[in-house]
């Protein structure tokens, strides 16, 4: 009698570059009084079997050993713009959040040094992919940003924030791999934060598994940016020196588990697609199908970020010399614009007669109500921030904010809320500056005059404000470059102007944002999606490093 009996229980296994894969429990009993040829070569037909399969390396989803993650590409609309102004409203400026913010985890944890990653506004990412968390999976719709190094997603104990009720959850009692860890932890950004503790479990990353990696279960997301976003968390594949908590990076965690065939991850957004396919972000190497030509690379600089040095910014060709002496600049695929500081982006926005929302709802302010409002004041009828309720033009008792509400309600077609907040914002300023320059005894038409060179002010004034291009000129605006490793990058009209909408209601929206972030990080170009869109990406994390080729 032969008993032949093989048991493979749950052996994990794993080889460099490849995913890990568990076998189950199995069993073969072969019985029989006698054994002949044909069942012996059956016994070492399986025997070898196994033996191959225990030994074989096992590369990802493709052949070349790549890990493929599908991007997403949602198109920037109405909704998403309200919600991403009013989480700026809701928060303290933006200047003062660029000053006092520090990326920190409670006294546990102790402080960390002030960072960027405040400025970022989710509200405006475009591009999501899928992970899940735990076993059995639990999928998550994250946005992949380099501008940061945590992962963190909503949690089921996240009772008392509504943003929490409309997004994916995750739930630890639903995982065999959930290992409790507990530490508080809390991220500040400029328009919301989220707070709540680290959990370990489990991550799946396309065919990938990553094991025992950290995360923030959010259990707190406060402000309007959070609920009206079309992601559950955040991927961060930035440096762990920016992560909260020390918390170890998933992209580390992939390296020192062996899961990726080199240490480098690449970012192709598709430029052709309005909205579905997005593009795709690729672990352990780079697809030669998503560029052209050779990449031009940079060191990295300063670790947190993707740092590098950048040369000029030219406007048509002719250069700026702004950044002369050089400048610092960091590929963030999670901030979607391109940010700079104020005095460029003044001459960008310039030169592509980009007239700022705030600074139109002014002018019109000054024609259609400017006499009555003046007249209002001069009679000290009413003290200058009830004037424009008086008029009707703000609210009898408006708040600091539209409300949650006004957000919710663009679902349903109402539109509205955000051009009465504009209107009225600019009612309050041109009143409360003309009863200022009433106290000089000036003239109704040297206040009216000078009412008018104030409402070209007011971008400045407004941080993040974005501004509106002409949708029929395009044709006519110039290129605008940046000069990376002696080579100059360009960019179209199509390339930087964002459309928001269909046809004649279609809005054109400059790419180029004034962000002034000081020292010793500052002053900083942040080179967004609209950047990235047009040149593919390669994050070299092995020789620290990155690169830059025209996308195909």
Not at 111 to 130: C, H, R, T
Not at 244 to 252: D, F, M, Q, S, T
Not at 416 to 422: A, D, K, T
Not at 449 to 461: F, I, M, T, W, Y
Request: hydrophobic share 35%.
């Amino acid at each position: 009698m032969l008993n032949a009996k093989w048991l493979i229980d749950d052996i994990k296994f794993r080889n460099s570059g490849q995913k890990t894969r568990r076998a189950r429990f199995v069993s073969f009993d072969t019985t029989s009084s006698s054994v002949n040829m044909g069942s012996k070569w059956k016994s070492i037909s399986l025997f070898m079997f196994f033996s191959i399969l225990l030994c074989t390396p096992a590369f990802s989803t493709s052949k070349d050993g790549l890990i493929r993650i599908g991007l997403k590409k949602v198109k920037i609309d109405e909704t998403n713009r309200i919600a991403s102004r009013l989480g700026f409203q809701e928060s303290e400026s933006l200047k003062d959040s660029i000053r006092k913010y520090t990326q920190s985890v409670n006294s546990m944890g102790g402080p960390q040094d002030p960072d960027i990653v405040s400025l970022k506004n989710y509200m405006d990412a475009q591009y999501f992919g899928e992970i899940g968390i735990g076993t059995p999976p639990q999928k998550f719709t994250v946005i992949f940003d380099t501008g940061s190094a945590n992962l963190w997603v909503p949690s089921s104990k996240c009772l008392f924030s509504v943003s929490c009720y409309v997004h994916a959850k995750y739930r630890s009692s639903r995982s065999q791999t959930y290992k409790i860890n507990g530490k508080p932890a809390a991220i500040q950004y400029g328009t919301g934060s989220i707070s709540g503790y680290f959990s370990e479990d489990n991550v799946q990353i396309g065919d990938l598994v990553v094991e025992d990696q950290m995360f923030i279960e959010a259990t707190r997301e406060p402000g309007v940016t959070f609920l009206a976003g079309r992601f559950d968390g955040i991927l961060g594949l930035g440096f762990k020196e920016i992560s909260v908590g020390n918390a170890l990076p998933v992209w580390y965690n992939m390296i020192d588990q062996h899961l990726v065939k080199e240490r480098v991850f690449s970012f192709w957004l598709n430029r052709k697609s309005k909205e579905g396919e997005g593009g795709e972000i690729v672990f352990g190497g780079v697809d030669p199908k998503h560029y052209k030509g050779p990449h031009t690379y940079v060191p990295v600089t300063q670790k947190g970020y993707w740092q590098f040095d950048m040369g000029d910014v030219l406007i048509g060709g002719k250069p700026t010399e702004f950044c002369k002496s050089g400048c610092s600049a960091i590929a963030d695929s999670g901030t979607s614009l391109i940010a700079g500081p104020t005095s460029v982006i003044d001459q960008i926005n310039l030169a592509i007669n980009a007239a700022g929302i705030l600074n139109e709802e002014c002018k019109s302010v000054v024609k259609h109500f400017g006499g009555q409002l003046f007249d209002m004041l001069t009679a000290s009828v009413a003290q200058p921030r009830s004037v424009c309720a008086r008029h009707g033009i703000c609210p009898p008792h408006r708040s600091a904010s539209i409300g949650i509400k006004s957000v919710v309600d663009m679902t349903d077609g109402v539109s509205s809320g955000l051009q009465e907040n504009r209107t009225c914002m600019a009612c309050e300023i041109i009143v409360q500056w003309w009863h200022n320059q009433l106290a000089d005894n000036l003239t109704r038409n040297n206040v009216f005059k000078l009412g008018s060179d104030l409402c070209n002010q007011v971008p400045r004034a407004k941080a993040m404000e974005e501004s509106t291009v002409d949708c029929g000129k395009l044709a006519f605006l110039p290129t605008i470059s940046f000069t990376i490793g002696g080579k100059e990058f360009q960019l179209s009209p199509d390339d930087y102007i964002l459309k928001v909408g269909e046809g004649a209601a279609a809005e054109c929206i400059s790419g180029f944002i004034p962000m002034d972030i000081p020292p010793p990080r500052g002053p900083l170009w942040i080179l967004g999606d609209v950047f990235m869109r047009r040149y593919h990406t390669i994050f070299d994390y092995g020789n620290a490093r990155v690169g830059f080729a025209e996308a195909a």
